[in-house]
């Protein structure tokens, strides 16, 4: 169903009703994430509490139409998921970071509605959807020497270094533990998105766009084989429950107009102003040919 709907908002960027005055734009962007881990495992965990970061997202590319009253706009490019967790004691201190780390290529094509169209500024509504291609993902969990307050179903331990206590487990040191790989997580997923976007024109040629929208991914992030060992509790660091990412994504990106209709505008503008001494060529002479002035 998602890839009919894809197709059907690609083939959009072929339409172009005659009565609509039409502008095509190229350029790139950049901006800025912040994710939110809907997990409910994590949720019903004692050992780790919410933390928010922002995280950078690469350069991408941004294509545009527009037309009188909407528009779409196709922005290629690589985007940074996962929420980061604290690690906390019995006693609720922080005493380490459970990362989550997933990088995407994503295509979100997304269709805009202007609320605002004037001739240097455009305000939109922005609503779409973003294929994504998983390149690079890791799970991991690093803490102090400490005593934590580990899930009733995991319960009782049987790993070497961990002793369990009657407020908890004493647990040693821990570098580095890999909860899960990139092999652990699916390797396509699926975001919805929805926002809300400004096109502020710089002069005939370029224009600057500040785009804000929240993505939420349709799909599970995890691979069935990684589910059913979470459902087994064969995982130290990690307890049942299904998984969905929400992000938000802040762009701002710089992009020169490229479509035969807005050089023709510009063209225009620029003849409606040239000065009365041109070539007469250019500009006939509208009174008859004897009364031409010579020269």
């Not at 035969?260 to 060529?281: L, Y």
Request: aromatic fraction near 12%; include cysteine; charge should be positive.
């Amino acid at each position: 169903m998602w890839r009919l709907s894809f197709l059907l908002i690609l083939s959009a960027f072929g339409y172009c009703a005659p009565a609509q005055t039409r502008t095509v734009t190229l350029g790139i962007f950049t901006g800025i994430t912040s994710s939110h881990t809907w997990d409910q495992g994590i949720s019903k965990d004692a050992r780790y509490r919410a933390r928010y970061d922002i995280k950078f997202a690469p350069v991408g590319i941004n294509y545009g139409i527009d037309y009188t009253n909407f528009g779409f706009v196709l922005s290629p490019g690589l985007i940074n998921v996962g929420q980061h967790y604290f690690v906390v004691n019995t006693a609720g201190g922080h005493e380490g970071l459970r990362k989550i780390d997933l990088q995407y290529i994503q295509l979100p094509v997304a269709l805009k509605f202007h609320l605002i169209d004037m001739s240097f500024l455009k305000v939109s509504a922005v609503g779409g959807i973003s294929p994504a291609y998983l390149i690079n993902g890791e799970e991991v969990v690093q803490h102090n020497a400490t005593k934590l307050r580990f899930p009733p179903s995991l319960l009782p331990l049987d790993v070497p270094g961990y002793t369990e206590v009657y407020d908890g487990v004493l647990v040693p040191e821990m570098n580095r533990y890999v909860i899960s790989s990139k092999n652990d997580f699916q390797s396509i997923q699926l975001f919805v998105q929805a926002g809300i976007r400004s096109d502020w024109e710089l002069s005939e040629e370029w224009k600057v766009s500040f785009d804000f929208r929240v993505n939420y991914g349709v799909l599970e992030p995890r691979k069935a084989g990684y589910l059913q060992r979470l459902d087994a509790f064969e995982t130290l660091y990690d307890v049942p429950g299904r998984r969905r990412d929400l992000f938000g994504q802040v762009n701002i990106g710089l992009s020169r107009y490229v479509d035969i209709e807005k050089t023709e505008k510009a063209r225009k503008r620029q003849i409606k102003g040239t000065p009365k001494h041109v070539s007469p060529k250019k500009y006939p002479w509208p009174g008859p040919r004897k009364n031409r002035p010579r020269g």
